[in-house]
């Protein structure tokens, strides 16, 4: 008996680490995906939020669509990121992916309902 609530825990903790890209609880959605996903996904819910949170030079060299740039570097960063509809899915992205998961923590802990993050950044949409 022992032996199969082992292996029953085992197998549920392997089969919960086996899905990085997806971070889901009854409150919110945290899904991380590919530049095609992610163009896609954008496309298909009406009201989606683009957002980019890189810093604004970086954001003249170029940016997806007509996303709105909220600086994660910025001393006001939660607060502008409140701006935002918080029950509408929103869409970040960063350079390479560090700020955008970093941002998606704090839109979390502040009660987004959808959080969409570009694997890679915007360096990966452009290559």
Same mark, same amino acid.
């Given at each position: ?50 957002? #980019? ?17 909220? #600086?994660?570097?910025?001393? #006001? ?7 935002? #509809? ?42």
């Amino acid at each position: 008996m022992k032996n199969l609530f082992f292996l029953l825990f085992i197998t549920s903790f392997l089969a919960g680490s086996c899905q990085q890209n997806s971070h889901s609880t009854s409150s919110s959605q945290h899904q991380v995906l590919a530049s095609k996903e992610f163009n896609n996904k954008l496309k298909s819910l009406s009201g989606a939020q683009l957002v #980019d949170v890189r810093t604004s030079e970086e954001c003249a060299s170029g940016k997806i669509g007509n996303a709105r740039n909220i #600086d994660f570097y910025a001393s #006001d960063f939660s607060q502008k990121i409140m701006s935002l #509809d918080p029950k509408k899915p929103v869409f970040i992205y960063c350079k390479g992916g560090v700020r955008s998961a970093k941002a998606a923590q704090i839109m979390k802990s502040k009660g987004f309902k959808e959080i969409y993050e570009l694997s890679g950044g915007y360096d990966s949409y452009t290559r």
